[in-house]
């Protein structure tokens, strides 16, 4: 993948060129967001947003009224900003100006107050030997200034999507103050009759690709902290074994490889360790490997089931489930085992945590009523609150910025499909996907750079 972001170009004899220039000289010292949304606290009213179509621009700089680049792109930037909850995006029928006017001659501010925006898009769409370049500006319709200045984002063309999302980001970034996470893939089990694979997709249901061709079962893929390696443990021997793979190269190597049982992997945030579950010593325990040495550290060791550890984002502590108190229980302790604490007394079933990306929240299932639901509670086993309810949620996954948990359904009959909910409990969302394909497990990448 080769796309950058850029400061648009400065000098061409265009309606293009003109309009550019013409918004760099506005844009300069308005930095500022004067519009922004506080999602600070729950209950967080949609940000009414226009996204009209991007204009399609030759590469003389005139204006391609018959390509569809444009279209594809502002769709796919309204869609993401939709999904989020935090923007209600305008129905284009109502708009005023055109998309060649705003590109042109800029916001025609009054009109846009008349259709209720309080931000509003523009953008153009270059398609330049096989590389789509995409410029933006966003703009504060009531304040009547830009939002930060213009930016270019590029791609190949066939990965035109990137450049949306790209775009998305910067958009939700500079209005909620926080990181996007639009640029971003979740890799999950697939599942079609008797077999299970690997898959991977955009976060927002699309570009799906198979990983695996499902010959063996495979179980818990994990995204190590840079996105190019995945931990997943395979059947492929017979015995449950934890594999890494190189997803640039395509090579696996075999990391996790004792009698046993090898289950639940997790990245250290320095991609230099990988905590597990193993049994090879009678009881599941978990262990911490040096990827580079091979060196192996046992953390616990009570005759309970200890397993799912996750990491926190400093590397400091691990999160993991512990039945040695009689029930599935959540527990806390140092990176060395030591000063391993319980957080969780509410309810007999507390199991599968994940540690936020913010570290300030851990995610995990949480049973009782005839259901299983996702919750959080902070480190300190404080302020838990439920999420989600139903029959059968599991398997959280944080989003990069550490605003929206990747959640499993398994709907009695239905099987189980991907769902998304923000960390506040409000806009639950389904991650569409093909009907016959169940999906459970997911792990959201970082972002894609």
Known sequence: MNHSAQRLPQTRSTLFVTSLFFWLLMCVGTAQAVVQI???????????????????????????????????ISDVVAADLERSGLFQILEKKGFLQDPASLWKDGPNFKDWRLTGAEAVVSGAVTDAGGTVHADFFLHDVFKGTAV?????????????????????????????????YFTSRIVFVAEKGDKKWLSIMDQDGLNRTDLTEGRSLVLTPRFSPTGEHLFFVSYVSGE????????????KFLEGDYPGLNSAPSWSPDGTRMAMTLNKDGNAEIYVKELASGSLTR????????????????????????????????????????????????????????????????????GGGGGFGISVINPQ???????????????????????VIAFTRESQGKGSKLY??????????????????????????????
């Open 299 to 366: 953390l616990t060791q009570n005759p309970g089931i200890d397993t799912s550890p996750s990491w926190s984002p400093d590397g400091r502590r691990i999160v993991f489930n512990s039945d040695r108190g009689g029930s599935p229980q959540i527990y806390t302790m140092n990176a060395d085992g030591s000063n391993q604490t319980r957080i969780t007394f509410d309810g007999n079933y507390n199991a599968a945590p994940s540690w936020s990306p913010r570290g300030d929240l851990i995610a995990f299932v949480k």
């Open 148 to 180: 930060g200045k213009g930016q270019r984002f590029s791609a190949p063309k066939q990965e035109w999507h990137l450049v949306a999302h790209r775009i998305a980001d910067e958009i939700y970034s500079r209005l909620t103050g926080e990181a996007g």
């Open 240 to 251: 449950p074994r934890i594999y890494r793979w190189e997803l640039y190269t395509g090579k």
């Open 381 to 403: 086993g404080n302020q838990q609150r439920a999420l989600t309810s139903s029959w059968m949620d599991e398997s959280p996954a944080w989003a990069p910025n550490g605003r």
């Open 38 to 72: 506080d999602i600070s606290k729950g209950g967080v009213q949609a940000l009414p947003i226009a996204i009209p179509k991007f204009l399609d621009i030759n590469s003389d700089g005139s204006v391609n009224p018959s390509a569809a680049m444009g279209n594809r």
């Open 420 to 449: 998304t909910i923000d960390l506040t409990g409000q806009n639950e969302r389904i991650v569409p996907m093909d009907a016959e394909i169940r999906a459970s497990d997911p792990s959201w990448s970082p972002l894609i750079r």
